[in-house]
């Protein structure tokens, strides 16, 4: 099914969101828009299912070139043509690897919730809403990453801080080069732009891409989708906080169960004398009544009468 080529992924309709009253939110929209990415996040929402499924099951690469067959007739998606398609900037870093180490050290303080520089393997609970949001449309819209959404890594928090810290990308070569990923043999990389790749695809007068379908509503951030995000990501943090304080409350006491297992007992222990077993038994038998005292001795009596009674064993 096509659809599972889009399960997952996000979509911006710019004049929405431009227009909500958060300044938090349109600043970071328009980092996006000042990125370059606004004709590759917000072109127009259709999607050819059947196409879709017909160019991811007979796609590869030849020579830098993702080339299938649509219908039966050949399809070949240069980088220039995915490029001219979303208006994507063809100069800067081509590599994540190539941000500056300063620049996310400094996206780092920038984007957190309590003002510390955040964790790059915790959860992006860490971060602001607007950032928390970002981080969802790198890691749906952009890197296409299969798995858990809710953690932070390397290469979101290298998306992010390219946004944030505006930094020059081209982003026609990175955008591509994941293009290129979900079409390559034993590739890990999720499929997905099948927004992007169906603009692409009604690019070529000739093939029969048959009925469109709109892209699912619930999937494209406008400023009632956002609001909507807002709402229920506040509402679950603060679950989770709540949850871990009370966690924190519960542990600090020890179970009455736990304290006596806690504390091991001392075993007594005798020094080997030859001294036959029917003979311990007597010792045995008669130290019972020893036990049996009325008001407990202090520590050095306690001791006292232990040694006096290992005495009285011996003899």
């Excluded at 179970?255 to 007992?265: F, H, M, Q, S």
Aim: hydrophobic letters at 45%; proline letters at 3%.
């Amino acid at each position: 099914m096509a659809s599972s080529f889009y399960s997952n992924a996000q979509h911006v309709d710019f004049e929405s969101v431009l227009g909500m009253d958060d300044p938090g939110m349109v600043s970071m929209f328009e980092a996006l828009v000042a990125s370059g990415l606004r004709g590759f996040l917000g072109c127009l929402a259709v999607v050819y299912e059947a196409a879709l499924v017909d160019f991811f099951e007979n796609a590869s690469v030849r020579s830098g070139v993702v080339i299938s067959t649509v219908g039966g007739q050949l399809v070949e998606i240069s980088e220039e043509l995915f490029a001219e398609s979303f208006e994507l900037p063809v100069v800067g870093l081509g590599d994540l690897s190539e941000i500056p180490k300063d620049a996310i050290f400094d996206a780092r303080s920038i984007v957190s919730l309590s003002g510390e520089p955040i964790n790059l393997s915790g959860r992006k609970n860490q971060l602001k809403m607007p950032f928390f949001l970002l981080c969802d449309i790198v890691a749906k819209a952009i890197s296409v990453k299969a798995g858990s959404f809710n953690a932070i890594t390397v290469e979101k928090f290298s998306l992010i801080t390219a946004v944030v810290c505006k930094i020059k990308m081209n982003w026609a070569k990175y955008l591509f080069s994941i293009l290129k990923k979900m079409v390559s043999a034993g590739s890990k990389q999720a499929k997905g732009f099948a927004i992007q790749i169906s603009l692409v695809l009604a690019t070529f007068p000739t093939l029969e891409l048959g009925e469109s379908s709109e892209f699912p509503a619930s999937k494209i951030l406008s400023k009632k989708t956002v609001l909507r995000f807002v709402s229920i990501n506040d509402r679950d943090g603060a679950e989770e906080v709540t949850g871990a304080a009370k966690k924190k409350a519960v542990s600090k006491k020890r179970p009455a169960a736990d304290v006596g297992a806690a504390v091991p007992k001392k075993k007594r222990s005798f020094k080997k004398k030859s001294i036959s077993s029917m003979e311990l038994v007597e010792v045995a038998e008669e130290a019972i009544p020893i036990q049996q005292v009325a008001e407990p001795l202090d520590v050095e009596e306690s001791r006292c009468s232990s040694a006096d009674a290992v005495d009285l064993i011996i003899q």
